[in-house]
């Protein structure tokens, strides 16, 4: 059973920065696709960066060159890093893995992450 806990959401001013950890665990973290997505109210849920068992990464145009998506597989542990963050960064943010042996996704319960101008 795959289970996914994230942390490190919160309030931040503008320009500030966070760092969101998304532990794993149930799963073989290492050949797995983690992912990080977000959703803000009435809006649907997007695509912010990706990171693949080889370190491929992937990120959505509005957060490229602030944000940076990393991972530690001995900790089955994966995290964004958030800077220069802008008010349009708030939403909630959730962990997704991606099973390639399976195709299966697993989410985490998000965290809330708030951007104040």
């Known amino acids: 059973q795959v289970q996914l806990v994230e942390s490190g959401g919160g309030l931040v001013q503008a320009g500030g920065s966070l760092r969101l950890s998304c532990a794993a665990s149930?799963?073989?973290?290492?050949?797995?696709?983690m992912g990080w997505y977000r959703q803000a109210p009435g809006k649907q849920r997007e695509l912010v960066a990706t990171?693949?068992?080889?370190?491929?990464?992937k990120y959505a145009d509005s957060v490229k060159g602030r944000f940076t998506i990393s991972r530690d597989n001995d900790k089955n542990t994966v995290y964004l890093q958030m800077t220069s963050l802008k008010p349009e960064d708030t939403s909630v943010y959730y962990c997704?893995?991606?099973?390639?042996?399976?195709?299966?996704?697993?989410w985490g319960q998000g965290t809330q992450v708030t951007v104040s101008s």
């Open positions: 149930g799963s073989i973290f290492s050949i797995n696709t």
């Open positions: 997704n893995l991606y099973n390639i042996l399976t195709q299966n996704d697993y």
């Open positions: 990171i693949t068992g080889g370190g491929y990464t």
